[in-house]
């Protein structure tokens, strides 16, 4: 089975940065689909950003548009979430999750059904200061 491990997360002020990594183990990367998906106290868990097996095809929350950037290095197995321009709301536990490439119709679908994805990491917080 997929295992999933986040790392990366952090205290940073309004308008930093942080690069929250995936590493995969048990299978190759490559087959499987990635999304980064938050959760805050409170609140719904929400599909961040989305990233196809080979990478040719992302997906973004509209709250990421423009400042989050998903990329993934199928040679390294690890799968990337590039966070820019942080605000406070972003302040959340970070998961990345995993399904073989075929699971979803597109990344999209992917993003928006984050209860039936298989794999998840345990998360990692990123808490942004005003």
């Known amino acids: 089975q997929l295992q999933l491990v986040e790392s990366g997360g952090g205290l940073v002020q309004t308008g930093g940065s942080l690069r929250l990594s995936c590493a995969g183990s048990g299978f190759p990367l490559e087959y499987y689909a990635i999304g980064w998906f938050r959760q805050a106290p409170g609140k719904e868990r929400e599909g961040v950003a989305c990233?196809?097996?080979?990478?040719?095809?992302?997906t973004y929350a509209n709250s990421a548009k423009g400042r989050f950037t998903i990329s993934r290095d199928n040679a390294k197995n690890t799968v990337y979430l590039e966070l820019n321009s942080l605000k406070p709301e972003d302040t959340a536990v970070y998961y990345c999750a995993g399904d073989f490439a075929g699971a979803f119709s597109n990344v999209q679908s992917m993003c928006a059904r984050s209860d039936i994805i298989i794999s998840w990491g345990q998360g990692v917080q990123v808490t942004v200061s005003s």
């Open positions: 990233i196809s097996s080979t990478g040719q095809m992302t």
